[in-house]
């Protein structure tokens, strides 16, 4: 229990930091790649929140089917995939350029950083949906309706 109210307040310093950057980034910086990665992170976080806040009070086989939480850890394994490609990509970028931080409208370590944190929450939303899967028994997939399951 403890462990899982300490994953929803890490998941929603996430959605917190990751909509706030991308505000911040797109808008006052004009830095769009770096605001769209840390969008994307700050998505992954929700959904990570939003299965941990169901678990928490239940209500995760009520609201998640087995083939939305299999979506789900879909939609993890390509944030993670493509935060890792990206992360190596603007490390390559940064190694061959040594841009440096600043000016942040084109700075590579910050699209670097947000295209990590993408990386990672695309691994923690993986991870969750691996471990929130596990929890649904043999007799909960034949008693789920048949509509549930195929949204």
Known sequence: MLRTKIHIAISVIGVVLGLSAFICLCIVYAN??????????????????????????????????????????????????????????????????????????TSIIIRLVWSFIMMKWGLMVYIATRKYQRTYNDEQLFSESPNIEET
């Open 32 to 105: 769009i790649e770096a605001g769209m990665w840390a969008l994307l992170s700050g998505i992954h976080s929700a959904l990570a929140l939003l299965m941990h806040y169901h678990y928490l009070r239940e209500s995760l086989h009520a609201n998640f089917s087995r083939r939305a939480l299999q979506y789900i850890e879909e939609f993890g394994i390509i944030g993670f995939v493509s935060g890792a490609g990206l992360t190596l990509f603007y490390i390559f970028l940064e190694i061959y350029y040594k841009s440096g931080l600043l000016p942040v409208q």
